[in-house]
């Protein structure tokens, strides 16, 4: 029987914008529902972000951009302690291959000044040799930037979805939006059909990425046009987890910030990613001139970086729409809140859009309440990779679990194999990007079988049931049972 | 900290030959660990025959070949096999530090031999581009499915590389009903042995396409096609040569790594294009009482030979103690 259930505020897309909504809408008093039209959050545009949390340089000063970055950049660090999520602040040079680029250093340096952003300093050849000494030495010269950090997207979008859950927000994973209707007369003014169901809503909050222009023109306003750009990023073996100090950039161009060699909270640097457009919103095949590109422009920097060092490569879609943020009520659909085209700093500015979308809707006549009993505190996460041997023995007293090693490239136990499962994984992917289990240099030949059995065991799956990331994405084409 | 005379990590083949031998040549007190639940290694998965021709004068299956050092080994007073036990940390004074269920053991040793096997190499390292779908295997993962659990992968397949393991796991996959479509080789003949060509290959009627190489994979959840092409001396893609083969299930078979990682952790030098240990002599690595053998030292055809020279890492191990180095 078909139900119609009404919340507030209704968030499509979950995922860290979105996520960073509902989570910011959880803290008062509010029914929101979260709509997400994969497997699971962070499915889309997210799962391929590359982790930086940017300072907010080379954005032009009067941007929603540049405003909402240097924002998100202070606001995430507490999110992070109170979510316990990894934050590093590593920090960010820019560097140059001619002194006669210096006064470009300059210009951003002056620019990011204007935004707020501290402590900027040009270094030279003597103080890069000391700090980031597998640099090339063609480069004399580099604009640190300390206050940029590293975070791992996903389990952010986790962590902040399952914040929101908690304090009362419901999340249905598995839910496109397939119509929106505008209701007249009462207080609910949306009715948004998905997976068969229909929910009505107060507000309709639209973070659905790559497909914000669509859902938008659903709910009455089509002037705007998502144009995806792929970006490829390859993935180098955790053993040069040290081979960089800093997140290193290149002087950008109009269209990119370059090829970069990132640092990420798993461990595995990272270098690319490319920029290209592509017309298909499903497209994240990666090529063979994407490879060499990254490579070469990764070199550039860092010649030490070889072809085997990489272990994995992906390809992302930035939602662009044109150069900034669209982030605005829609006087033309009352309700509508339109959160579209957040490419980077997307991942550093959610918390900020979060705080200027709770403004929007209180502006336009949403009845803000702080909730007494808010849970900002979520308890952290346990992972092996990223605490010491010492501290793994304790942990194994508590819990045998924590000493039976699934993926041994990784070090990642049945124990947080189990915990992510319990705390909603329900792919392989989705257990993947929560605890590194089969992200390693096997790329999962161990586990797999492994981890697919724990999955049956804590969720009373069929092998023929698992997935990769949700339907039509099956393992097993069959299971021969013994009679 | 625990004290043993000799540490062997990996109960696979080439661990259980190597306990055994030092239990041979005098050593009273070892310790083997293996991460599975049971010894055997990979020979468990491999339910195929032609093992042990050499060693034993029979054509064994792998289970039946690793079941006469499995007994051995249980039976053999000098060796205490401790399952379930994941190495986490070796030191270039042989402290070993490693995990299983409950705990976290430390151990001090006289000499360590590393018999931890190797891993397959990866689509990611070849590299193909395309997209990343699901239905794209190692070759080994899809034989652990299909022989361990059951678990057939999918209705049609493509092979890519025409080492041993691929060459098995086509004819595998044809007794199991899936359709094998197609086995490219970049090089311009078989990387496996002939024998497996004739049985795996030629005895199914699949196709063997040689000096060809996949371009790209598609499909967006689960495979849908590769593009296959051929490629000239250089293995560079031949214009104009390009096809696609419709397939949902993609097996990698493009060689083996060592798995060192523990013997890097101990300061030994690694040859970073093959993994393995660099030293003149089989077994020996660069670090003092740390031998490494079987396919960890390197990537062996058969079995046979992985159980001769693991043995040998025995002996070596017990002569290293003896001298008290």
């Not at chain 1, 950008?252 to 298909?280: C, F, Q, R, V, Y």
């Not at chain 2, 209705?155 to 004819?171: F, H, K, P, T, W």
């Not at chain 2, 996959?173 to 290959?201: D, F, H, T």
Request: aromatic content about 4%; charged content about 25%; overall charge neutral.
């Amino acid at each position: 029987m078909q139900t119609t259930e009404k919340y507030d505020a209704l968030i499509i897309g979950a995922g860290v914008t979105g996520a960073a909504i509902a989570r910011e809408l959880s803290k008062y008093k509010l029914r929101i529902l979260l709509l997400e039209k994969e497997a699971e959050p962070a499915f889309g545009v997210s799962k391929s972000n590359s982790g930086i949390i940017h300072a907010g340089t080379q954005n032009p000063p009067d941007s929603l951009k540049g405003r909402l970055c240097v924002q998100g950049n202070r606001l995430i660090r507490e999110i992070a302690r109170e979510l316990g999520v990894h934050f590093v602040e590593v920090g960010q040079l820019i560097v140059v291959f001619s002194e006669s680029d210096v006064p470009e250093l300059e210009k951003i340096k002056r620019e990011g000044e204007e935004l707020g952003i501290e402590n900027m300093s040009i270094v030279r050849r003597d103080w890069l040799a000391v700090h980031e000494p597998n640099l090339s030495p063609d480069i004399p010269a580099a604009l640190y930037v300390p206050s940029a950090g590293i975070i791992s997207p996903y389990r952010l979008v986790y962590d902040l979805t399952e914040n929101a859950v908690k304090n009362g927000a419901v999340l249905k994973t598995s839910h496109k939006v397939t119509g929106i209707k505008r209701l007249s007369g009462g207080p609910h003014r949306f009715e948004v059909e998905a997976a068969g169901d229909r929910y009505q809503a107060r507000f309709l909050i639209n973070a659905a990425g790559l497909f914000a222009d669509k859902v938008s023109a659903m709910a009455g306003v089509a002037d705007f046009k998502i144009t995806p750009r792929k970006g490829e990023e390859y993935l180098l073996d955790k053993k040069r987890e040290n081979m960089a100090n800093h997140l290193v950039f290149p002087l950008p161009t109009p269209t990119s910030k370059g090829i970069l060699i990132i640092k990420t909270s798993d461990g595995n640097p990272m270098i690319g990613p490319t920029a290209s457009e592509t017309g298909d919103r499903r497209d994240l095949s990666t090529t063979d001139e994407g490879f060499r590109e990254v490579l070469a422009g990764a070199r550039k920097m860092m010649p030490s970086v070889e072809k085997g060092d990489i272990i994995a490569y992906f390809a992302g879609l930035r939602p662009a729409a044109g150069k900034d943020f669209i982030i605005r009520h829609e006087s033309a659909a009352p309700g509508l809140v339109n959160v579209a085209g957040i490419q980077s700093p997307g991942l550093t500015a959610a918390p900020a859009i979060a705080v200027m979308v709770a403004g929007l809707l209180k502006d336009n006549g949403l009845v803000l309440t702080p909730k007494k009993n808010f849970h900002s505190a979520r308890e952290k996460t346990t992972h092996l990779f990223e605490i010491p041997l010492s501290r793994t023995r304790e942990l194994i007293q508590k819990d045998p679990a924590y000493g039976d090693i699934v993926c041994r490239c990784e070090m990642v136990s049945a124990k947080e194999i189990r915990d992510a499962i319990r705390r909603g994984a329900r792919t392989m992917d989705g257990i993947k990007f929560r605890t590194r289990a089969q992200a390693g240099r096997c790329h999962g030949g161990f586990c797999t079988t492994r981890i697919m059995k724990i999955m049956q065991e804590e969720l009373g799956m069929n092998a023929e049931e698992i997935t990769k990331r949700g339907e039509g994405s099956e393992l097993v084409r069959e299971e021969r049972r013994h009679e | 900290m625990n004290e043993r005379e000799l540490v062997v990590v990996g109960g696979g083949p080439a661990g259980m030959a190597a306990a055994l031998g030092a239990a041979a040549a005098g050593v009273k007190d070892i310790l083997l660990l293996e991460r599975d639940q049971h010894l055997g290694g990979i020979l468990n998965q491999c339910i195929h025959p032609g093992f042990g021709l050499h060693r034993f004068k029979a054509e064994l299956t792998g289970p039946e070949y690793a079941d006469r050092f499995v007994r051995e080994t249980l039976q053999n007073p000098a060796i205490e096999v401790s399952l379930r036990s994941f190495a986490v940390k070796l030191t270039n004074t042989l402290k070993l530090s490693y995990l299983r269920p409950g705990a976290l053991e430390e151990v001090k040793a006289k000499a360590v031999i590393l018999a931890t096997g190797c891993r397959e190499r990866t689509r990611e390292m070849i590299p193909i581009s395309g997209s990343r779908p699901a239905g794209i295997y190692p070759a080994g993962l899809a034989q652990k499915m299909i022989n361990m659990e059951g678990w057939i992968p999918g209705r049609e397949a493509v092979i890519v590389g025409s080492g041993d393991i691929g060459l098995i796991m086509a004819r595998r996959m044809a007794l199991e009903g899936m359709k094998v479509k197609a086995v490219i080789e970049i090089q311009p003949k078989s990387r496996g042995l002939a024998r497996n060509v004739a049985q795996c290959l030629d005895d199914y009627g699949i196709p063997l396409y040689l000096s060809h190489k996949i371009v790209r994979i598609e499909g967006s959840n689960r495979v849908e096609r590769v593009i296959a092409a051929a490629v000239d001396g250089d293995f560079c893609e031949k214009p104009g040569t390009r096809f696609e083969i419709a397939c949902d299930t993609v097996l990698i078979s493009v060689g083996l790594i060592p798995e060192n990682e523990l013997l890097e952790m101990s300061g030994a030098e690694i040859d970073r294009k093959t993994n393995a240990p660099v030293a003149n002599e089989v077994n020996r690595t660069s670090v003092p009482g740390v031998f490494a053998c079987g396919n960890a030292c390197r990537v062996y055809d058969l079995v046979d030979w992985v159980t001769r020279d693991s043995e040998k890492a025995g002996a070596m191990a017990a002569q290293h103690i003896r001298e008290g180095k």
